[in-house]
């Protein structure tokens, strides 16, 4: 059996493993729910905005020598205008808020508690820079959304077991590519968010 590990990096440190990072987003982005039909040169740009920020954070899984994983991080001010937008709109000081950013892992790898490694890093993290807040935001989907495979589970359960709460009121649309489509598609994302302890 390989071995797991985690390893974290901030700002410039990052460079190294964009690209690997934006490897796997495609993969896994491209199953349900995000349905994303991703291309790795916007993935790369979009990546860069954490290497140019001294407090993010990229946890990185291993097994053995190969990245199966990876979560991101970084302040809610550096993060896309769209979710700045969505605590502004309502009146929350985006300086106490940390932007956890997307958690991708490949599906063999699921189940083994690094879901939760991935929260641990990034909120300790966070909390070491003196955030108050941290949060994030996951795609909306009816439940008889055509692509929806039969055995699909959400992962809502690990975040409100992590003591994240969903908050519709904080919304951000957001158009990406989406399988089976010719053009972007609009989407709306809510977020969930928990005090940091």
């Known amino acids: 059996m390989k071995k797991i590990s985690i390893v974290t990096k901030s700002g410039k440190d990052i460079l190294p493993y964009l690209d690997a990072a934006a490897r796997l987003r495609i993969e896994v982005f491209r199953e349900y729910p995000y349905l994303y039909d ?3 040169a916007y993935e790369n740009d979009y990546l860069r905005c954490y290497s140019q920020c001294e407090q993010s954070i ?14 991101t991080g970084l302040p809610l001010s550096s993060a896309d205008a769209a979710f700045q937008r969505a605590f502004s709109n309502h009146a929350w000081p985006l300086e106490t808020i ?3 950013g997307e958690s991708v892992l490949l599906s ?20 070491k820079l003196g955030y108050t807040t941290t949060a994030f935001c996951a795609v909306d989907r009816p439940e008889t959304h055509a692509l929806r495979p039969t055995n699909y589970r959400s992962n809502e359960h690990l975040w409100q077991k992590r003591g994240y709460q969903e908050h ?13 489509h010719k053009e972007e598609q609009q989407n709306t994302l809510h977020f969930w968010v928990r005090d940091v302890l």
């Open 38 to 40: 991703g291309d790795l």
């Open 58 to 71: 990229f946890v990185l899984a291993y097994a053995d020598d190969e990245i199966i994983g990876v979560s």
């Open 98 to 100: 940390f932007y956890l």
């Open 108 to 127: 063999e790898y699921r189940g083994r508690g690094i879901g939760h490694a991935f929260f641990d890093h990034r909120e300790g993290h966070a909390k």
């Open 168 to 180: 519709r009121e904080l919304s951000a649309n957001l158009a990406w590519q989406e399988i089976g």
